[in-house]
């Protein structure tokens, strides 16, 4: 087996193989030695990124040619890149942050890397050579953002230089080893593109394009991974041109193309445990920043009160997003974490805030196959004080899963309430005639959410 056949190396290997991962890990171990004795840190420190990378790929090419194997000109350039990465970079990781196809790195333990690809996750062959490499990397990421991950503080959340959001947990939380998660930036798509991709129909497009521009509140829903951030970034595009607009998230991974943005992230504490910046305390400085539109990346907890408060005085056309698997239980979850903020207010006061701020929800879904699409939109139709109410505009019809296991369907539509569609009509939006507002409330697909 040569070199470069080495360079992935099985995790459910015989024990025969196990002493070719050993002795390549043993290469690399040798190699990054000599590397880092052959240059000078001081100057290297100098160099940008890319400089430092091709700095460190020049001496290693150099190594190897006067003291390594005769090896291919593959061979030669995996070892050379594999080396330089454990040397600079994330090691085995650095080739998945460089395949766009990965959405997410899951590495359970020293011996198990898993990876999304079309919302399917794979398990890797590679593998790190130990669990002190594991750390070592890890150690790597966290101190880019003044923190440090031990015993003492076993959880912490970080964000890469290119802009990727990293979870660590290690033991004695984590019972069979440090875990990484790495969360990859979602590509900005136009709706074009997700209608292109069927995450929803084209007179769905039309219809979030005239609500956004209506300056409707906008509520995307969703579970992990289900494709919220995208969504949100798509609708944001929109906004007029001229509007000012402040983003809030907890990691910046909207790509908004106005001119006219602010883009605030809130921070974690510190390794003294200070320092912290909540989501909260960035919506409640949002408003005294004249904004025309504040998009929240998510909300979790107090300052669901604030958003909601904003959309309720003049903010109108804001955006956020809620983890919730249905529209029902996104404003039912809507009515709990505004529940959470110290300010005391009666569940009735607050499904008054709601139902006079959310104007839609919209729900998404990921499939048995991995695909993510728009699984409804929904109107708000109750009122003041009432207990919350939807009518379905828009929702997925999915049919039975076929045995290529490809979730096939199609959109339906329903009418209007007849409020949206006046505020649609005053702003000039006209609809595809498919969302005709209802005559009579009786055709409204409305139904209590409870």
Do not use: W
């Not at 369907?409 to 006209?430: I, K």
């Amino acid at each position: 087996m040569g070199l470069l056949d080495r360079l992935s190396t099985p995790t459910n290997v015989p024990a025969g193989a196990a002493s070719d991962a050993d002795a390549h890990a043993q290469t690399v171990a040798r190699y990054r030695g000599l590397l880092l004795h052959e240059i000078d840190l001081g100057e290297l420190s100098k160099l940008d990124a890319g400089q430092r990378r091709l700095r460190l790929e020049r001496v290693m090419g150099h190594l190897l040619s006067r003291e390594g194997p005769i090896l291919s000109s593959g061979e030669r350039q995996a070892i050379i890149r594999r080396v330089v990465d454990e040397a600079l970079g994330l090691g085995i990781l650095e080739p998945l942050l460089a395949d766009p196809s990965v959405t997410e790195i899951m590495v359970n333990g020293h011996e198990t890397i898993f990876v999304e690809r079309a919302g399917v996750l794979q398990r890797l062959d590679a593998h790190f050579a130990s669990e002190d490499q594991l750390m070592q990397t890890i150690d790597r990421i966290v101190a880019g953002v003044n923190r440090r991950v031990d015993e003492s503080s076993p959880m912490v959340d970080a964000r890469l230089a290119t802009g990727e959001r990293v979870n660590v947990i290690v033991p004695p939380l984590a019972l069979d080893g440090p875990m990484l998660t790495i969360r990859r930036f979602p590509r900005a798509y136009t709706l074009a593109e997700l209608v292109a991709k069927g995450a929803l129909d084209e007179a769905g497009a039309l219809l979030l394009g005239a609500l956004v521009r209506a300056r409707c509140n906008v509520i995307v829903s969703g579970g992990t991974g289900t494709g919220k951030t995208t969504i949100l970034n798509a609708l944001s595009g929109f906004i007029p041109e001229h509007e000012r607009i402040i983003t809030i998230e907890d990691a910046a991974e909207l790509q908004l193309q106005q001119e006219h943005v602010i883009r605030l992230e809130s921070r974690p504490a510190n390794i003294e445990g200070k320092g912290q910046v909540a989501i909260r305390e960035l919506v409640r400085n949002s408003l005294r920043m004249r904004p025309d539109r504040i998009i929240v990346g998510e909300v979790r907890g107090g300052e669901t009160l604030d958003m909601l408060q904003a959309m309720n005085t003049g903010h109108e056309g804001s955006m956020a997003t809620v983890h919730a698997n249905s529209s029902d239980d996104a404003v039912m979850r809507l009515e709990t974490l505004a529940s959470m903020s110290e300010i005391k207010i009666p569940f009735e006061a607050l499904r008054d805030q709601i139902n006079n701020a959310v104007d839609v929800v919209v729900q998404l879904s990921r499939a048995a196959d991995g695909s993510r699409r728009v699984s409804e939109i929904a109107a708000v139709a109750s009122r003041r004080r009432e207990d919350f109410a939807l009518a379905t505009i828009v929702r997925f019809d999915a049919e039975p899963l076929a045995a290529d296991r490809v979730v096939r369907g199609r959109f339906s539509h329903h009418p209007l309430p007849r409020d949206l569609t006046e505020r649609l009509e005053l702003a000039g939006e006209v609809l595809p005639a498919t969302f005709r507002p209802a005559l009579d409330p009786g055709e409204l697909q409305i139904r209590r959410a409870s």
